[in-house]
C-alpha cells in the first residue's frame, strides 16, 4: 500500500517518542527524537528554510515510523540505541574510534598487568583514556615498566603457585609473582600506585621514589639507588608530557567545534586531576552546515553512551538549549552513577580553556584541508569549473587480452582517497576487447545508481576516446558531470588532462602533476588488483598444466599473448616463439601438445 505522508501525519499523536525515516529501499537513513511527535514530523515537510542536508534527506524520505514514550528522557535513550543500530546516513555520526586506544590495568587478575586496549570491555578491568595515539601509550606503558615492577607476560599466575622467572626478573623489570618472590598484596599496594598515577596523582609517587633512591644509597646500595634514578627519569618524562594546562583541581572534558562550509571538527580536551592529559579530534564530513549544537548534542550521545569513564562536568563551548542540556544532563547522570552537569562557561579560566579547545578545532580543520585544497582549488582554475571539485570519481578499464575485462572506480574526497568508496565493475556486455563500449557501460552502471552522491568531477583513464564514452552514457541517462581524461606520455607516466577544448600539459604545475598523477595511479593499481585476481583464479588449473617447460610466468604469458584457450591452440610454432619468455622448446611442446595427430 502506497505510503500517503499527509494522511500520516494526521495520524501521528501528540507524544514523546523516536522517528525513523526510511528511504525507497525501506533503509533506515535518519533517527530522531521528539517532545512532541507531531509538531516535530510536521516541520520536516512543510515548506522552509531547511539546510541542504535536511532538504536532501526529505526528498529521499518514501515513508517514516515512530516509537511512542512515556518521556523526551526515554526517547533520548531509545534515540542513542537506535542509532547505534542503524547507523543512518543522514544522522551525525561519531565514526568507530580504534584509533584512540585505552591503558588496561587487568585488576580482574590476581597479579594484573598493563596493556593497550582498543576499547573498553566489562571485564572488570580499569581502563584509562582514551589516549590520542597508539604511540603516546606504548611510551606511558614502556616508562610504567620501568617505573613499577609489574609482569608484562600472559601466564596466568595464582598465588602459592612457583615457576621459573625469566630475563625481566633479573634485569628488574618484574617483581617475579610466578616465582613466588612477591606476595599478592605487596604486588597490589604496586598495582595501586600504576592507577594513582594514570589517575593524575604521580607528585606522592615521585616523592616516594626518590625518597627509596636516597635510602638506598645511604646504605651504600648504590645499585639499588641507580635503578630508583632511572625510574624518577622514567616518571618525569611521563608526568611532563602530561602536564600541559593547569586549571584547577578537579576531573571534567572540554568539547568544542570548528566548521567550514563543508566539514565540521570537534575536539575534545580530557582534564585529570586539574592537568590536561590528552584530547581527541573527531572529523565530521559533510556536516559544515548543522547547527553546532545538533554535532555536540550528537557526540555527547554518542560518545559517552559506551564510554565507563564519564566525568562529573561536561564543559562545551557551543550553546546548547536547556531544555535539551538538562536532558543530557539526567541522562549522563544516570549512566554515571553520580551527578554529571553540562555547563557552558561565560568567563573565567574555563571559560578561557573552551576557546583555546576551539582553536584547536580549528587548525585540526585547517591541517586537514590546506593542502588538498590548494591542488584542488588549482584543479578547478584549469578547468574551468563551477566549483571546488570536493568529490572526484575516477574509472580505469583493466583487462587481459579479450579476457577479464574490469573497470574500477576510485573515489577522491577533499583530496585524500575515500577506500570505502571504491567499486569494481566486471564488464558484462562485451566478449571481445572494446575499451570504449567498456567505459559506456561502466558509466551507465555507476550514473544508473539514483542512491549515490554525484561528483563533481570524472577522471577517466584515457584520452578523448574515453571521454566521448563517458559522455555519451551521462547524456543518455540525462546526468551533466565535468569529465576529463588522464593522459600518458610514451612512457607510461601521467601527462595531461584532456577534454574536447584541449589538453592541459600537466608539468606546468608540478603540484596538480602530483595530485593527478596520485589519482590516476591509485585507480590503475586498484583495477589490475582485480584483474590479476580473475585471472589467476581462471587460469591456475588449465590445459598447459601438462605441458613440460611451461610454468606459471609461461602460462600466463601465453594467456596474456592470445587472450584464450582457443588461441593458444590455434597459434602456430612461429607464433608462440613470439610470447615472452618462449624457447624454441617450449614452443614445440606446446604445438604439439594440442596437435599431436598432425606429428608423426
Known sequence: MEFNVQEE???VPSKPGVYLMRNAKDTVIYVGKAKVLKNRLRQYFQKGAH???VTKMVSNIKRFEYIVTDSEYEALILECNLIKRYKPKYNVLLKNDNDYPYIKV?????????????RVENDGAKYFGPYYSSASVYTTIDALNRIFPLRSCKKDIREGKKDRVCLNYHIGLCSG???GHITKKEYGEIVQQVIDFLSGKADYIKDMLERQMLQHAERLDFEMAAVYRERLKALNMITEKQKMASISEDDFDVVAIA???VDASLQIFYVRDGKVSGRNNYFFPGSGLEEDAEIVVSFIKQFYDDN?????????????EEEEKSLLSSWLTEKRGYKCEIIIPQRGDKHKLAHMVKENAKISLKNMDVKNFDSLERLKEVLELESIPLRIEAFDISNTGDSEINASRVVFEKGRPNKKEYRRYKIRTLDGRDDYRAMREVISRRFGNSEEQLPDLVLVDGGLGQVNSALEALEELDITVPVYGMVKDNKHRTRGIVSESGEFQLNKDPDLWRFISSIQNEAHRFAIEYNR???EKRYKKSALDDIPGIGEKRKMNLYKHFGSMQGIKDAKIEDLLKVKGMTKQAAENVYKHFHSEEVD
Open 9 to 11: 501525519l494526521n495520524k
Open 51 to 53: 539546510n541542504e542536508r
Open 106 to 118: 587487568t585488576v580482574n587478575e590476581d597479579f594484573p598487568r598493563v596493556l593497550l586496549a582498543r
Open 177 to 179: 609473582p610466578c616465582g
Open 259 to 261: 566548521k567550514n562550509d
Open 308 to 320: 565507563k569513564f564519564i566525568p562529573p562536568r561536561i564543559y562545551s563551548e557551543t550553546h546548547i
Open 533 to 535: 585476481k580473475l585471472t
